[in-house]
């Protein structure tokens, strides 16, 4: 008890002697025998069927192997000496449940709303009054330890730099019912106050709120909702230089190369420290963030302290608008400003060298940032807290989104059989947590089908053989036949046929021989195609099968056949009548295997893959993207389109309702649990230019297992990451994304059209459908609903639609007749007009 105590504090990096000793005291106050019968302290009676267990102690095998920096959070704790809390109640007559209690440092004292007498009514606040500005990037929230009464279930955080003025909640969600220390993640920015609102008690026990313990995050060094402001004529200055021993001139931080860099003087007599460099960008602009790319050819004169000031004339520089301390290690840190400030010139100036090496100072680029267009780079919304990490998505035709983590909210191991699901209203924003006990089926990572009418098909994981079906019409989970070959990491389809196509997958179940299969949508049962070998299928990761089949790349098209065209680079075509057979279809242009990678349906038989790395994990990412075309003639043409900004595996790719496609974060250097060399700002790419444009960067980092599903109203949900037990890149969160066809310039929502009428839930293939608008549109789309595990979504794909038009607001759309064109499913039909605006999307089931 005392080890996952302290592997908790140290999760959220609350390691002091004091602390040492709160753990202590809280693994005292456990061990004491509950008393009393008031509201704020009765013990809770034996848990209901179905109850959550999110602490079940991990079994063998699979256990993650979690790197050293994924149990560090990137977001220092802030120190909360001369802070004061208030609360909107406090139980005072009955216990000592002062708000101050918060911030005593011990988890054995707590803050609870008033339930003496008559309790207070939800919902109830505390207000944290640092009396100082700073950067603040999450709420730490520790529940009380002694009983489960008053746990926060769902709740807003809102900021303010006055205590008077409070906009609209940064963050909000739901968490799990458990005493384990919550992040509340939201977009890093300056503020003085930070107020917690409890809207419910996550057990539904009374209208009661609790805390023992309240903790800020600092600056993650990830500046979010900005954009880099282009270099071009800017110039750079230092307090001093190293040119006599080396070219390490200032300069050298805006080239654009990493491998060159500026270096404080070390030659004959070194300068000592502070060290500083300014940036001229030549003309006044508005800056929000600063991004420092440490030196790869060694360690020397790594920034460790800093600060960053601003000036609009180069002379008069105010207080800093930007201070902390760097990491001494190679990755790419950030500065998020306090403010948003209007500035010609830019100083970075270091007061420490990060190992305590020398007295030096360096730096490969130097790069700065300012808030986003969201006319041209989209916007970002508050984010969404879940009560678990969400690994797995779905769609569902009911207006939600379904999402499972593993046996427990933040961790995997074993086959427990059972495991924690949330579904999240798309209208409403709540998020309700069930554990799915009754398929006896641990569904971490699985394959995913979204079936013909609406079900959703999960296969293997952790329990690797088994099988289950979601049902969004009645919500219930149901068993169907096991597989007949146990699978972990494997790739699924639908089938034109309407059956489901499963193939690799030797994460799990033993290694090798996960050869394919068919589920039957008729019969419910599966039947094995000896002729479709996954060995003609695989990647030439270093791992062996245990890596190199996992997370196809699946196609389906006419008479049941699929076209497999990644991650490894030769395709091939697979036809599942019968025994099945595999035809090898080409490579992919001059791709290499690209694990981890994306592949995205954008138009009929057109499709872009983008990212991955040659291997699972520990190998360089790629910025590279290809077109495959699957043509006419029956072999697939692939070519390299432009490539990305940014180097990406672990990412996850939408295709949206224009034929766009927009990717989501990922690492350069691919490395699960970790957060290291993780891209935070998405790119959308246009198949009529063959270009990425850099968009909104995001606040939290997404990358191995998280995830990404197009939304009914043209948005995208991005979350979830982590999954690795006591670490401190747990992601229980996400957040949607704007896309720019939906925003103007100040950020208001541009003038939608609306499908108006009844448009019918279900249309053959072939069908004529009618459709009016209240305005015109110049094109029709559907676009398949998707379901993401694991960088994989094989069910999404978009399907522009010929129509005719009778007047401005009234057509007939022409549905294609191949259900290998418009798979069996539930699609998103949107209306675009000539602006490029997306309707909100009437969900249609066609087949």
Known sequence: MLTRLLHSLAHHRLRSTGLIAVALAAVVAALLPLTGSSPATAAIGPAAAGSVDPRHPMAAPHEPVVPADAMEPTAPVLPRNGWTVSASDEETASENGRAVNVLDGSTATIWHSKWSGTAAPLPHTLTLDMHRSAVVSALVYQPRTNSANGRVGSYTIQLSADGTSWGSAVASGTLGDDATAKTLSFAAQGTRYVRLTATSEAGNRGPWSSAAEINLLGDPGSPAAVVDLSRTGWTASASDEETAASGNAAAQVLDGDPDTIWHSRYSGTAQPLPHSITIDMKSVRDVSALTYQPRRSGANGRIGAYTVTASTDGTTFGTPVARGTWKDDDTVKGATFLRTVSARYVRLTATTEAGGRGPWSSAAEIRLSAPANPATAGSWGRITGFPLVPVATALLPNNKLLAWSAYGVDRFGGSNGYTQTAIMDLGTGAVTQRRVDNTHHDMFCPGIALLRDGRVLVTGGSNAERASLYDPATDTWSATEDMHIARGYQAMTLLSTGDAFVLGGSWSGGQGGKDGEVWSASTGSWRTLPGVPVTDTMTADPAGPYRADNHQWLHATSDGRVLQLGPSKQMNWISTQGDGSVTAAGTRADSADAMNGNAVAYDIG?????????AYDNATATRRAYTVDLGTGGQPQAARTGDMAFARSFSNSVVLPDGKVAVFGGQSYPVPFSDATSTLTPEIWDPATGRFTEMASMAVPRN????????????????????????????????????????????????????????????AGGAALPVTTDSAVTSFALVRAGAATHSTDND??????????????SYTLSVPSDPGVVLPGSYLLFALNSAGVPSRARMVNVG
Do not use: M, W
């Open 704 to 763: 191995y297992h998280s995830v990404a599903n197009l939304l009914p109203d043209g948005r995208i949900f991005s979350g979830g990451g982590g999954l690795c037990g006591d670490c401190a890149t747990n992601h229980a969160d996400g957040a949607v994304f704007t896309p720019p066809y939906l925003l103007n310039a100040d950020g208001t929502e541009r003038t939608r059209p609306v499908i108006t009428g009844t448009v019918p839930a279900h249309v």
């Open 606 to 614: 057109k499709l872009l893959t983008l990212g991955g790395a040659p």
């Open 796 to 809: 999404q794909r978009r399907v522009p639609l010929t129509f005719t038009r009778h007047s401005t607001t």
